[in-house]
C-alpha cells in the first residue's frame, strides 16, 4: 500500500510542475528571462537553501529568484525531481545539475550525480581498453611501436634539458666577462685616484713655499679685518707657483715682493671657503619673532653664514624665482597656514634640482591640517624626492640620541648628546628610499637624521636634501619640545651649512 500511495502523490505532484495555480514562487530562468513556478510546500522538502530562504525571509506576497547560468530545459528537469523525486541525467546535463544540487543544497541528487560519474567513468575505462584490444588484433606490433615512441619522448626532453644548461653556463660565462670588466675599470679608477693625490700633494708643497715667504715679508704683523685678508688673497694669486721657477726669476720675484711689501701691507691668505660664504633663507609660516630671532643669531654665530633672511609663507606665494639667490633653505609649516603649499612644494623641488640645500622638519609633510601641509611635485610618493616616506602615527614618549651610522659625518660635528624633552615629538618611520642614507637614530630605532643626493645622471646639477624627525622649537619656546641645553641648534645649522656646500 506504501508503495502504491507514494506513486500516486508523485503522479499528482507532477501535474503542478511549472502551474500557476496555487504558485507562490517565480523563477526568471536563463538568458531570455523565461518564466517557471513553483510552490514553497513543496521544495522546501529536498532542498534546504530553499528552506533557509523561506523561513529567514518573511514574505506573504509571491518570491521572484533568478538563475542566469542554466538553461530552461535543464531547470525543469531538476523542477520535476523536487516534485517527484525521478530526473534523467545525461552527458551533457550532468555539469549543470551537479553545481545546482551543490548551490540548492539537495542531497539526494548529489547521491544520483556521484552514481553516473562512476559509471560514466567505467565505461571510458572499457572502450580504451577494447581499443586497445582492437589495435593488438590489427598489428601485433602495435605495443613495440609505442615502446619506440616512449622511447623518443624521454630522448627529446633530454635534449631540451641539455639546452638548458648551455644556456645557463652562456649566461654565468657573460657574468663572469662582466665582472673582469667591472674590475679592469676599477683598477683605472685606482690609478687615477693615486694620480690625483699626487697633484695634491704638489699644490701642498708650494702652497708651504709661499707661505715662508709670505712670513719673511709680513715682520710679525698680522691684521684681522676679513675684507683685507680677501684682498690680500687676491693680490698673491700670482705668487702661487713660485716654487716651480727657476733660479733667475725667482730672485726677480722676491725683489717684486719686497717692493709691495714697502708700499702697502701684505697679509697671509685664507682658505676659499671662508671667503665664500652662504646666504640662507628660511620660510617659516610660524610668525614667532623670538623664536625667529634666536634661529637667526644661532645661524649667523656659524663661520660659513652671511645672511639670513626670512620668507613668511603664511602671509604670500613663494615663487622659485625667491629662491635663487639662496644657497640652502629651512622650511617649517606650523600653526599657520601655508599660501599655495602646491607652488611652494614644486618651487622647493626645482631648487634642489638646481643646486640648492634643503632641510625640512618632518611636521611639514605630517601635519594634522591639510592646509599647513606642503604640496605639490616634492611629496609625490611615487618620484621619491624624499628621503622617506613617514607613517601616520606620531610618538610622543621621551626619547635620546640613539645609534649613529656616520660619526664622522659634517651634520654631526661637535655634537655631544640630543635629548627630546618630555614629548619628544617624532614620527614614526623606520625605512629610506632609495638612494638615501641614515646619518643618526632615535633610542628606539626611529629615523633621527636622514639625507639624500638627487645628482644622478638626469640631474647632474642638483643638490641635497635633509629631513629632521623633530620639531623646530626648543624648551626654551615649548617644555615639551627639545633640551635647549642639548646639541639641537648646532644639528639645524650644520645641516643647513652642509647642505649648503655641495
Not at 190 to 202: A, F, S, T, W
Not at 232 to 248: C, E, Q
Not at 301 to 327: T, W, Y
Amino acid at each position: 500500500m506504501s508503495k502504491t500511495f507514494v506513486n500516486d502523490l508523485s503522479f499528482s505532484y507532477s501535474s503542478y510542475v511549472n502551474n500557476q495555480s496555487l504558485s507562490d514562487i517565480i523563477f526568471i530562468v536563463g538568458d531570455q528571462e523565461l518564466e517557471m513556478y513553483g510552490h514553497q510546500i513543496i521544495l522546501c522538502n529536498l532542498s534546504r537553501t530553499f528552506k533557509n530562504i523561506f523561513t529567514s525571509i518573511p514574505n506573504k506576497g509571491i518570491f521572484k529568484l533568478t538563475f542566469y547560468n542554466i538553461k530552461p530545459k535543464i531547470f525543469l528537469s531538476l523542477l520535476t525531481f523536487l516534485y517527484t523525486g525521478s530526473i534523467t541525467i545525461t552527458v551533457k546535463n550532468f555539469p549543470q545539475l551537479k553545481s545546482m544540487a551543490k548551490l540548492l543544497k539537495i542531497d539526494l541528487l548529489k547521491k544520483h550525480c556521484k552514481k553516473f560519474n562512476k559509471k560514466y567513468q567505467m565505461k571510458k575505462e572499457g572502450q580504451i581498453i577494447m581499443k586497445r584490444i582492437y589495435q593488438i588484433k590489427k598489428n601485433p606490433n602495435f605495443l613495440d611501436l609505442e615502446k619506440e615512441k616512449e622511447k623518443e619522448k624521454k630522448k627529446n626532453k633530454e635534449k631540451e634539458r641539455e639546452k638548458k644548461r648551455e644556456k645557463e653556463k652562456e649566461k654565468e660565462k657573460g657574468k663572469e666577462y662582466n665582472k673582469e670588466k667591472e674590475r679592469e675599470k676599477e683598477y683605472e679608477r685606482e690609478r687615477e685616484r693615486k694620480k690625483e693625490k699626487e697633484k695634491l700633494k704638489q699644490k701642498e708643497k708650494t702652497s708651504l713655499i709661499t707661505k715662508k715667504q709670505i712670513k719673511k715679508t709680513q715682520n710679525g704683523n698680522q691684521v684681522n679685518d676679513p675684507i683685507k685678508k680677501i684682498f690680500a688673497y687676491s693680490s698673491l694669486k700670482d705668487s702661487t707657483n713660485i716654487g716651480s721657477l727657476n733660479r733667475k726669476q725667482h730672485q726677480n720675484k722676491e725683489t717684486v715682493t719686497q717692493k709691495r711689501a714697502c708700499s702697502k701691507p701684505i697679509y697671509p691668505p685664507i682658505q676659499p671657503l671662508f671667503v665664500n660664504k652662504l646666504k640662507i633663507g628660511l620660510v617659516i609660516t610660524d610668525p614667532n619673532f623670538q623664536l625667529i630671532k634666536s634661529l637667526s643669531q644661532n645661524l649667523l654665530s656659524h663661520p660659513m653664514v652671511q645672511m639670513v633672511q626670512v620668507l613668511l609663507a603664511s602671509e604670500r606665494k613663494i615663487e622659485p624665482n625667491e629662491l635663487k639667490k639662496f644657497d640652502s633653505l629651512l622650511v617649517y609649516s606650523h600653526k599657520k597656514k601655508v599660501r599655495n603649499p602646491r607652488l611652494l612644494g614644486s618651487s622647493l623641488l626645482s631648487f634642489v634640482t638646481d643646486g640648492g640645500g634643503l632641510v625640512l622638519f618632518t611636521i611639514n609633510f605630517m601635519n594634522y591640517q591639510k592646509d599647513q601641509k606642503l604640496y605639490g611635485k616634492l611629496m609625490d610618493p611615487q618620484n621619491g624626492w624624499l628621503p622617506f616616506y613617514p607613517n601616520a602615527t606620531v610618538l610622543q614618549k621621551p626619547s635620546k640620541l640613539g645609534s649613529v651610522y656616520h660619526r664622522k659625518h659634517p651634520i654631526l660635528k661637535n655634537v655631544k648628546s640630543f635629548n627630546g624633552g618630555n614629548s619628544s615629538f617624532r614620527i614614526h618611520a623606520k625605512r629610506v628610499t632609495k638612494g638615501s642614507k641614515i646619518i643618526a637614530k632615535w633610542e628606539d630605532n626611529n629615523i633621527l637624521i636622514s639625507e639624500k643626493c638627487l645628482r644622478n645622471n638626469v640631474y647632474q646639477n642638483s643638490g641635497r636634501i635633509i629631513v629632521l624627525n623633530f620639531g623646530l622649537p626648543n624648551s626654551n619656546f615649548n617644555k615639551n619640545s627639545w633640551d635647549a641645553n642639548s646639541s639641537g641648534d648646532l644639528i639645524i645649522s650644520n645641516s643647513l651649512v652642509y647642505a649648503g656646500t655641495f
